[in-house]
């Protein structure tokens, strides 16, 4: 039986369709995942299980007495009172009962004191509290809150402070720690990763993996959701769509499945044109009109499939401003502290020109101030910060400081740059701003659109030098996947904070790692840094044999050399399809150029505009083609097999 079904739901908001009869159906125990572009519906949709909205049309069906838990993307209104006191809200019959068994403890102890005899009855009591708290878990209620608080980032001293001091993020993993603590039966989260470091996420995959709990998670971290799902909705144009498996499984489906629509579409409008054309041309005798009769009545029978709808992608196009010097971040036991806390001491390192660098540790361990030491927007407590020659800092804020909410979108652009309106509009409407969307106040734009907007005024700024906070927060699939691109084939210098493994994984080639005070600095790329952490021994007392430890040394060998061996394997092949795609980029060049060339087509200004946007647009596809390849062809050489 189902423990949540919906049948055909629809919902809109005005006169703007969100959800059209929208179905879907979760057995006990299943994890699911919940994705599509921003503004799809996916919070609306999580809303409406959760019953915090009602649907247009259609049911929701929840098995008998079953507990939902909804976490949402923005935690609201902060709780009052300490953290320990937000955590314990869930299980207030329990403290009730702990402070009935003290109270009877210290009666009990008064009247004994006292002499007197008569204790059955309250003795009775105590015994009943003592075994109800018993059962119901109360004895490990204070290690189950520091265990929760503990996996998502909270120290000791956390549990003490006041919730009103919290930041946003400190707020949203509270209101998570809470939330598991009520072990809901089932679970509906939207976009739970946002404010997690990597410890955090590695946690958080556990839990839900071992929880019995049914999981319905919105998120666009691949990374969690290829770890922690085996079924996921895909959610777009009101439409929603299941697949079995991961989010690796679901893209290899859908590009499958996206293909064999373009072409089952092109295949149709051959055959109607085809027809069409037998129809036109034919002869005015009856058995001619008669087969035209016929061959019109087959189109009309025909089901007529629509033209696949490209992705909404906005268009990400960084400025560089030309090549630094060799050293482009020097950094000579430096030294940060705020009052009495030490984020910092004694940093000293080298950022070289066209590294790539991910910057990574846990939440408050100084990673964005690191960055603003490096802009000049915060200064060392000691040590020096050195830039190199011709180093030009392109600077992407975690928290969009650059961003003026009391401006409209459009006076942001124009403030930033020289652009006229018109211009500014064009330009905006590269990241998706259209129409109205302009004149947006910035503090009234989502997470999302904020995100775009400062990407797009990122990238007025002339530079080489690229810092990045955060950059993927709130951004959907295909926003993520064009950033992907750009900075795949950024040529500068590059200096990444993020907790999106998956967007890091082929993008870095050193891994900065701040942690207790000190950073740790790895020489390879993402994949590599994981495979290494994972597999470094715990600390502990005692040692293992010698016989033992080489033993295991050889099995990582071998280990290391299969995966050595999958992964030249697949950039092989990932290599040849570049390969085949370079030369259908280059064909098109090609085909754009000779009909730009069409001397016919002079005199039509529009259709000279069309087709030289068209020639532009095929360049520049063939231009991150050749990108990609010299990527996947370098990565190739640093993984020839070991002799």
């Not at 519906?41 to 507990?67: C, F, H, M, N, Y």
């Not at 989010?247 to 027809?275: C, D, G, H, N, V």
Request: glycine share 8%.
């Amino acid at each position: 039986m189902s423990l949540v079904a919906l049948t055909e739901i629809s919902k809109s908001f005005g006169a703007q369709k969100i959800l059209d009869r929208v179905s879907l159906q979760l057995q006990p125990g299943d994890k699911a995942g919940l994705i599509g572009p921003n503004g799809s519906g996916k919070s609306t949709l999580l809303q409406i299980i959760a019953g915090v909205l009602e649907p247009d049309e259609g049911t929701v069906s929840l098995a008998r007495s079953v507990g939902v838990g909804y976490l949402p993307q923005e935690p609201g209104p902060g709780a009052r009172g300490t953290l320990r006191r937000h955590l314990e809200t869930p299980f207030g019959h329990l403290l009730e009962l702990q402070q009935k068994i003290t109270s009877l403890e210290q009666e009990l102890s008064s009247r004994a004191r006292s002499g007197d005899e008569n204790l059955e009855p309250a003795l009775a009591r105590y015994g009943d509290y003592r075994r109800r708290f018993e059962d119901e878990g109360g004895y490990l209620l204070e290690s189950r809150i520091n265990a929760v608080a503990r996996g998502l980032g909270f120290s000791e001293a956390d549990l003490d402070r006041e919730m009103a001091h919290f930041s946003g993020g400190e707020k949203a993993r509270a209101n998570l720690a809470a939330l598991l603590l009520r072990d809901p039966d089932l679970l509906l989260l939207d976009e739970p990763t946002n404010y997690l470091d990597f410890d955090g996420l590695a946690w958080l995959e556990k839990y839900l993996v071992d929880s019995p709990a049914t999981l319905l998670v919105v998120s666009h971290d691949r990374f969690f959701l290829d770890r922690v799902i085996s079924q996921l909705f895909a959610l777009e144009d009101q439409k929603l769509q299941g697949y079995r498996g991961n989010y690796s499984a679901y893209r290899t489906r859908y590009e499958t499945e996206k293909k064999s629509r373009e072409q089952a579409y092109r295949e149709q409008q051959r055959l109607i044109a085809q027809a069409e054309k037998q129809i036109r041309e034919s002869k005015a005798d009856r058995r001619s009109k008669r087969q035209a009769r016929s061959r019109q009545k087959q189109l009309d029978r025909r089901p007529p499939l629509h033209r696949p709808a490209p992705e909404k992608r906005f268009s990400l196009d960084l400025d560089y401003s030309g090549r630094s010097g060799r050293q482009v971040i020097i950094f000579e036991q430096v030294a940060k502290s705020f009052g009495d806390k030490i984020l910092f001491d004694g940093l000293t390192f080298e950022i070289r020109w066209g590294d790539r660098v991910a910057l990574i540790g846990p939440n408050g361990s100084g990673k964005s101030t690191l960055l603003k030491m490096i802009t000049g927007i915060e200064r060392p407590s000691a040590g020096q910060i050195r830039l190199g020659s011709a180093v030009n800092v392109a600077y992407f804020a975690q928290e969009q400081e650059q961003l003026d909410p009391a401006r409209t979108v459009l006076e942001e652009i124009t403030a930033a740059s020289s652009l006229d309106l018109k211009q500014a509009r064009n330009y905006l409407g590269r990241y998706l701003f259209r129409g109205d969307d302009v004149f947006k106040k910035v503090a009234s734009l989502s997470g999302g659109e904020k995100s775009r907007l400062a990407l797009a005024r990122l990238a007025l700024r002339s530079g080489n030098c690229l810092l990045m906070d955060e950059p993927t927060s709130h951004l959907d699939l295909p926003a993520l996947e064009e950033l992907e691109t750009v900075l795949r084939c950024y040529p500068g210098t590059l200096v990444i904070v993020s907790h999106d493994r998956y967007f890091l994984k082929n993008l870095v080639n050193r891994v900065f790692e701040l942690r207790r005070r000190s950073l740790e600095i790895f020489e390879g790329g993402f994949p590599q840094y994981l495979e290494s952490k994972e597999s470094r021994p715990e600390a502990g007392p005692v040692k293992e044999e010698k016989a033992a430890g080489q033993k295991q040394q050889a099995l990582e060998d071998r280990r290391r050399a299969r995966e050595q061996q999958r992964r030249e394997r697949r950039l092989r092949e990932e290599q040849a399809r570049l390969e085949e795609e370079i030369q259908s980029a280059e064909a098109a060049v090609a085909r754009h150029e000779k009909l730009l060339s069409n001397p016919d087509d002079y005199g039509d200004f529009n259709r000279l505009r069309e087709l030289s946007e068209n020639l532009n647009a095929a360049k520049k596809k063939l231009a991150q083609l050749l990108c990609l390849w010299e990527e996947v062809s370098l990565q190739l050489e640093q993984v020839k097999p070991e002799n």
